[in-house]
């Protein structure tokens, strides 16, 4: 199904201006209205990509990135943790003797 390009510019505009409206009056961090707007403002754009690509053989200078389910990203976090040596980084460290005295330390 080929989709006219005038037409899902349009909708991708008016897609554009729902997703700022609901941004605008969102009413909590998590407000519904936002993601459903984004989503709606994804399929619009992918739309208009897809519309101009098989008409006239070109494409958007932009991109949709892939979504990450935040438990996922999470996940990630832990383990690039669990990757670092952190004893390793103590052996650069001279140790100080505690017989020396000690520079003041500034404020």
């Not at 080929?2 to 510019?9: E, F, I, K, S, Y």
């Not at 990135?65 to 040596?85: C, K, M, P, S």
């Amino acid at each position: 199904m080929t989709v006219d390009p005038r037409a899902a510019l349009d909708r991708l505009v008016a897609a554009l201006e729902a997703h700022h409206h609901a941004v605008a009056t969102r009413r909590s961090d998590d407000d519904p209205a936002v993601d459903d707007a984004y989503d709606v403002l994804a399929d619009a754009y992918e739309v208009y990509e897809d519309s101009l690509a098989t008409v006239f053989g070109e494409v958007t200078p932009f991109y949709l990135a892939d979504e990450v389910d935040e438990d996922d990203e999470e996940d990630d976090e832990d383990e690039d943790l669990e990757d670092i040596d952190f004893d390793d980084d103590l052996g650069d460290v001279e140790e100080i003797e505690e017989d020396e005295p000690q520079p003041a330390q500034q404020r």
